[in-house]
C-alpha cells in the first residue's frame, strides 16, 4: 500500500541557514540564472525536504565545512506535481523533447522521482568566500545528449578537468559521509552531479505530493 508523506515530515531548510554553513538559493522562483525554466515557483516558495534527507543535509555541510572551510548552497528540494508540470511546459524543455524521452531522460513526468516527495536536494558548494566552486558545468546543465561521454555534468564524464573532479568528489564524500553516519541510504544521481536523493525502493514506497495536498504556507506553485 502506497504511504502518504504528511506536511508535519518536511523541513524547510531556510531554518537553519544561520546556525549550519548552508545558504537557500531556491532556484525556481526567479526567471534569472541558474533556472533555465522561468518563474516556476510562487514568491513566498521555500525549500522543503523530507526530515531524513535534511539531517544528511545539515550533516554534510557541517562535515564539508570542518574539512575544506566550504558551505553548501540549495537549489531545490520539493517539486510538487504542479511544478513539474509546468516545468515540461516551459519553452526550452518544449524545445529539448528529449529530456523526457527514455532512454537518459532528463526530466521526470508530474509525480515522477524524489523531487515531488521532498526527497531529493539539487546544491552544490561555496568556497571560504562565498564564491561557487568549480563543478565543471553549472548546476542544471542539462546536456543534449545525457550519456556519460557526452554529458559533462555525468558522474561518470572523463574529460571533467581536474580542479572540478576535485570539487566533485568533496561534495559527494561529505554527503555519503553524512548519511553513512546517520544510518540512511542515499543514491547520488548519475547523469546530475548536483542531484543526492533517497533510493527508489525507499521514494516509491510514498505518493508524490501536490500543491493541493499542503497547506497553503507550505505549497510551491498557488
Not at 541558474?34 to 516556476?40: E, L, T, V
Not at 570542518?66 to 553548501?72: A, D, F
Not at 539539487?122 to 554529458?151: C, I, Q, R, W, Y
Request: charged share 20%.
Amino acid at each position: 500500500m502506497t504511504k502518504t508523506i504528511s506536511p508535519a515530515d518536511l523541513i524547510p531548510m531556510d531554518q537553519y541557514a544561520g546556525d549550519y554553513p548552508i545558504s537557500i538559493h531556491l532556484a525556481y522562483q526567479k526567471d534569472a540564472p541558474p533556472n533555465i525554466f522561468g518563474k516556476i515557483y510562487r514568491d513566498g516558495a521555500r525549500l522543503w525536504l523530507h526530515k531524513d534527507l535534511a539531517q544528511i543535509v545539515l550533516r554534510a555541510a557541517k562535515i564539508i565545512h570542518e574539512k575544506h572551510g566550504y558551505s553548501l548552497v540549495l537549489y531545490d528540494g520539493l517539486r510538487t506535481t504542479e511544478a513539474q508540470e509546468k516545468m515540461r511546459q516551459s519553452k526550452i524543455v518544449q524545445a529539448n523533447p528529449q529530456w523526457l524521452e527514455e532512454p537518459g531522460r532528463l526530466l521526470s513526468p508530474p509525480g515522477g522521482g524524489a523531487h515531488p516527495r521532498g526527497m531529493a536536494i539539487d546544491l552544490s558548494a561555496l568556497d571560504e568566500k562565498g564564491n561557487l566552486l568549480d563543478m565543471g558545468t553549472v548546476f542544471d546543465h542539462l546536456a543534449a545528449n545525457s550519456a556519460p561521454e557526452n554529458n559533462p555534468a555525468h558522474r561518470a564524464y572523463k574529460s571533467l578537468g581536474k580542479t572540478a573532479a576535485q570539487n566533485r568528489k568533496s561534495l559527494s564524500n561529505a554527503m555519503n559521509e553524512a548519511a553513512q553516519a546517520l544510518n540512511i541510504p542515499l543514491f547520488p544521481l548519475p547523469q546530475e552531479w548536483w542531484d543526492f536523493r533517497l533510493p527508489a525502493e525507499i521514494y516509491q514506497a510514498y505518493a508524490p505530493l501536490s500543491d493541493t495536498d499542503l497547506p497553503p504556507e507550505m505549497r510551491m506553485c498557488s
